[in-house]
T-cell receptor, first 114, second 113 residues
Framework: SAVISQKPSRDICQRGTSLTIQCQVDSQVTMMFWYRQQPGQSLTLIATANQGSEATYESGFVIDKFPISRPNLTFSTLTVSNMSPEDSSIYLC???????????FGSGTRLTVV | GDSVTQMEGPVTLSEEAFLTINCTYTATGYPSLFWYVQYPGEGLQLLLKATKADDKGSNKGFEATYRKETTSFHLEKGSVQVSDSAVYFCALSAQEGNTPLVFGKGTRLSVIA
């Protein structure tokens, strides 16, 4: 299975600022998925990032708020822009290295906005 | 669209009790089914999976069988331990791959000694 290095692991940010989260995968993957996990909740898909094209966002998430970069097949970033306390969540990236064999997740970024 | 429904928690059991967490799904085609576990303060780990009907996934004493006729993938363990205390997520992915996981709401399990 793939190994994902995600950073930062946690951060406390001021409202109105932006935070960029990075995920590095140890193998090449076609798609990378970004999720949000609000406190005590399940995972909600933010967007799917395909190398060489714009990310596809789920309903309720927009590119201006959550811009994503995918410069190559092993790396992606998610930026949380103009943050408010409602953005306080755990953000996770995920990949599927081989169809049907499960998805690997990064360790998550625990974001607190004050 | 595809969806996963799992029993709401929290579930509190005594050590060595039998565990069942129900999970049912709605999907077009034949999805792959997964159980993920999230221990306190940690990330998500794949617990077990099944990719076709009647497959049984198993790991660490946990089992789940892919039941197409009842569209279910219930998680079971015969004797839980305190160390099993975690949040358990049932999830599915479309069979063709390169599609994101769809998660259930999660079930928090607390095992007391």
């Amino acid at each position: 299975s793939a190994v994902i290095s995600q950073k930062p692991s946690r951060d406390i940010c001021q409202r109105g600022t932006s935070l960029t989260i990075q995920c590095q995968v140890d193998s090449q993957v076609t798609m990378m998925f970004w999720y949000r996990q609000q406190p005590g909740q399940s995972l909600t898909l933010i967007a799917t990032a395909n190398q060489g094209s714009e990310a596809t966002y789920e309903s309720g998430f927009v590119i201006d708020k959550f811009p994503i970069s995918r410069p190559n097949l092993t790396f992606s970033t998610l930026t949380v822009s103009n943050m408010s306390p409602e953005d306080s969540s755990i953000y996770l990236c995920s990949v599927e290295v081989r169809v049907g064999y499960g998805y690997t997740f990064g360790s998550g970024t625990r974001l607190t906005v004050v | 669209g595809d969806s996963v429904t799992q029993m709401e928690g929290p579930v509190t059991l005594s050590e060595e009790a039998f565990l069942t967490i129900n999970c049912t799904y709605t999907a077009t085609g034949y999805p792959s089914l997964f159980w993920y576990v999230q221990y306190p303060g940690e990330g998500l780990q794949l617990l077990l999976k099944a990719t076709k009907a009647d497959d049984k996934g198993s790991n660490k004493g946990f089992e789940a069988t892919y039941r197409k006729e009842t569209t279910s993938f219930h998680l079971e363990k015969g004797s839980v331990q305190v160390s099993d205390s975690a949040v358990y997520f049932c999830a599915l992915s479309a069979q063709e791959g390169n599609t994101p996981l769809v998660f259930g709401k999660g079930t928090r399990l607390s095992v007391i000694a």
